[in-house]
């Protein structure tokens, strides 16, 4: 079970292995806690300082820094969450890993199979290209984000008029500089979803000793909830996101909590389905070991009942039941 003990989705990356260098790897409090408010507070501080210093120039503005919910919930909540998340998910995908071994639910023949499995998936969550292509994802986000607030017609704390329209000030730098951390913690927790999800894709694919009869009434696999449930923390960090944009629309731009209400259902049914669609994944051997469960638990019951019949119902005439028997 060395393998399945070892695997792990956090700790690992070129990130990761050089906050671990100067002392912030991702472990308990309380460098855990350093490691989630730190960043947070090292991007948001400045920004006050700065919109602070920055007042005349922000006197103009429709929507001054402390009004802007999104820019605290992003620094404050969402990059210290993304974190903190770190070490349930991290510990819980990895008695995931275990428990198919120690449950027994791989053959001696697929265990070389599984853990080449997870010796796969481990190289991609520790993979320094994935964490690089993440990083231009996020910038080429953030970037695109910037344009779009700096054209909307909308003076916010970070932008300074300008004759064209409007152009970042320092501030504005700042934040769109350290926008780059949320959006890459984001996009590198979508990576390694995406990653456990093909793992229990392929997992599925073995030739796992399920069993129907199984007293958690999943045959076997209801522990994998326990690992893939928790990545619904990621789906809060998200919702964060979008009620702190929402909320400060509405009480600062004028618009109504109407106006939001289905991109909000379509998002929380994007997230359900996002969460529980990768699931079904197991549905191959969930329907064999019912049909094996069917026919194998049939045939006893059918033996049985009829070993029954013929010893207690199908007696010669005259005869009653415990007559017949032998214990009598």
């Known amino acids: 079970m060395t393998g399945a003990r070892n695997f792990s989705l956090t700790n690992c990356g070129p990130v990761d292995r050089a906050l671990a260098r100067v002392g912030l790897e991702s472990g308990a409090p309380p460098r855990l806690f350093l490691r989630a408010f730190l960043p947070a507070c090292a991007i948001w501080i400045p920004l006050a300082v700065l919109a602070l210093l920055a007042s005349r120039e922000e006197a103009g503005a429709a929507i001054g820094f402390f009004q802007n919910l999104s820019t605290h919930v992003r620094f404050l909540v969402v990059v210290p969450f993304l974190v903190l998340v770190e070490a349930s998910i991290g510990r819980r995908t990895r008695v995931v890993a275990a428990q198919f071994v120690a449950a027994k639910l791989i053959s001696a023949d697929d265990r070389a199979r599984y853990d080449a499995l997870l010796r796969r998936s481990s190289r991609a969550f520790d993979s320094g290209v994935a964490e690089a292509v993440i990083a231009i994802l996020a910038a080429v986000f953030v970037w695109s984000a910037i344009r779009r607030l700096v054209s909307d017609g909308v003076l916010f704390w970070f932008e300074a008029p300008a004759a064209d329209g409007a152009r970042l000030s320092p501030a504005g730098w700042w934040y769109a500089l350290g926008s780059l951390l949320p959006s890459f913690l984001l996009l590198r927790w979508i990576w390694r979803y995406l990653v456990w999800c093909w793992l229990l894709q392929r997992v599925s694919r073995l030739d796992l000793q399920v069993v129907a009869t199984h007293p958690d009434r999943t045959a076997g696999?209801?522990?994998?909830?326990f690992g893939h449930g928790?990545?619904?923390?990621?789906?809060?960090?998200?919702?964060?996101?979008?009620?702190?944009?929402?909320?400060?629309?509405?009480?600062?731009?004028?618009a109504s909590l109407a106006a939001h209400q289905w991109p909000l259902l379509v998002f929380v049914c994007l997230s359900i389905l996002v969460?529980?669609?990768?699931?079904?994944?197991?549905?191959?051997?969930?329907?064999?070991?019912?049909?094996?469960?069917?026919?194998?638990?049939?045939?006893?019951?059918?033996?049985?009942?009829?070993?029954?019949?013929?010893?207690?119902?199908?007696?010669?005439?005259?005869?009653s039941p415990l007559e017949a028997s032998g214990d009598v």
């Open 221 to 225: 696999l209801a522990f994998v909830i």
């Open 275 to 319: 969460g529980l669609a990768p699931l079904a994944v197991f549905w191959r051997p969930l329907l064999a070991a019912k049909e094996a469960g069917m026919l194998a638990y049939g045939t006893f019951s059918s033996r049985y009942v009829q070993g029954f019949h013929r010893k207690w119902i199908g007696t010669r005439a005259g005869e």
């Open 230 to 254: 928790a990545f619904a923390q990621l789906a809060f960090a998200v919702s964060c996101l979008v009620a702190g944009a929402v909320g400060t629309r509405v009480l600062h731009e004028g």
